[in-house]
Nanobody, 122 residues
């Protein structure tokens, strides 16, 4: 599976962005999908994940109520709607696919996109 994340950019605090992750090579519905992020000087952290069917999601506490993960398996695309953005959301965002379900642990993901930079100004 090849993944390509896009949609990042510069936004003011309180604004919104929608990230997309396009998949090719395999049908996306077979995978749990996740979003991770890595801020400068920090370790990569879990943002959220979605079940293969799209029926269930989970998020890290700091983005609950602000971020929404969705997927369109017919289009082989994963999304991350980010609302009420804060400067601390600034990071490179990565999408990933897992054969082990919609998990929160990075090492359980098999395929990774190249990342897209989100910068939130105060």
């Amino acid at each position: 599976v090849q993944l390509q994340a896009y949609g990042g950019g510069l936004v003011q605090a309180g604004g919104y962005l929608r990230l997309s992750c396009a998949a090719s090579g395999r049908t996306l519905s077979a995978y749990g999908m996740g979003w991770f992020r890595q801020a400068p000087g920090k370790e990569r952290e879990f943002v959220g994940a979605i079940r293969g069917s799209g029926e269930s999601t989970n998020y890290r506490d700091s983005v609950k109520g602000r971020f929404i993960i969705s997927r369109d398996n017919a289009k082989n695309t994963l999304y991350l709607q980010m609302n009420s953005l804060k400067p601390e959301d600034t990071a490179v965002y990565y999408c990933a696919a897992s054969t082990k379900g919609w998990v929160a642990v990075a090492r359980l993901y098999d395929y990774w996109g190249q990342g897209t930079l989100v910068t939130v100004s105060s």
